[in-house]
């Protein structure tokens, strides 16, 4: 199996054996990275020029989608190895998520893209409608974003396990958002910070409600009707999570990477210090885990995947300075996969590190 590591498309994924060959989305197209005897190498490397946001696998069919920053969605039925567009149908070219779900028996597609809007497909992305009812929130008038252009993304989709028809969006900046008929209308959430970069959801415990975001991390125990910042601004952990992962047999043990500080402050000083923790208890308590690696990352980790194989849980989590840090123990300890890449980065986030480091 051909796993992803991109901002926005699949980030855990369960397996029969370790998977030997990972496609990785950069500010200039798809790597693929193979496993090379006991490290990693890139193989190969297509839609050059491109700023791939998200990359999803759609595992039924097999077919590879690749949401692109200002170029749509591009298309692969031969596990990446070529593209094509995709995207009949979307309006707003600048994607920045990819989701799918299997409902009334066929796969359907969704795409969120900045401005923040919603875009499905029930055809394999062969042509997408919008989902305009996400607009219609008392919210959408405070979606912003602090950097250029200043317009809120939907940064995030998720379904609620067993429930193909409930589904969140993260509005980064703005809200989290809940559907209950597929996207078609939606409600504002409440109670926590609105920089949401992204919901999860325990798949055992469908109450409990995970969110990270420009605040902390966030956790519900009774659907989203009230919130506990686990941990904010000054933590040891991070005030600024990102990506967050869980084990698919046991989703108590997560994995979640996070800068001391907002991006604000990575072009004042230079430097994201990220460092990446885990639980053993779904969320209540961490510890920073950065066996093999500096205690404070320079760079920002803009990308994480899991994947649970028999009794391996490899971990990859790929940086804004084109590194990919990768486990085979479930995050105890960390060594570089590859390295050269270009930037793993969600839209400029990876600019304001370079202008630091040029001054």
Known sequence: MTLALSHGGNTVFASETPSTSVLVGTLDGVARIERDGDGWRIAERTLSGAHIHALHLEEESGMWFAGV??????????DGRTWERRDSGITEPNIYSLASVRVDGHVRLFAGTEPARLFASDDLGATWTERPGLRDV???????????????????????????????????????????????????ITGMHVDVHRCVIDPRDTNKLYVTGGAGLWRSADGGGSWENTFSSGSEYGGYP?????????????????????PGKWREEGIANFRISRSVDGGATWEVAMGGLPDYLPHAIEAMSLEEAGGVVQIFVATTSGEVLWSDDA?????????????????????????????
């Open 138 to 188: 008392g919210s959408v008038d405070s979606w912003t974003f602090p950097g250029e252009p200043h317009i809120g993304h939907l940064k995030h989709i998720n379904f609620l396990p067993g429930d193909p028809t409930t589904m969140f969006a993260s509005i980064e900046v703005g809200a989290l958002l809940k559907s209950t008929d597929g996207g078609e209308t939606w409600e504002d």
């Open 331 to 359: 995050g105890a300890s960390w060594s570089t996969a590859v390295d050269g890449l270009a930037p793993i980065t969600k839209g400029g986030h990876y600019s304001a590190l370079v202008e630091a480091a040029a001054r």
């Open 69 to 78: 920053s200002g170029d749509g969605i591009h298309a692969s039925t031969d």
């Open 242 to 262: 990102d990506q967050l992962v869980f084990k698919p047999s046991n989703p108590s043990e997560m994995v979640v990477t996070a800068g001391a500080k907002g």
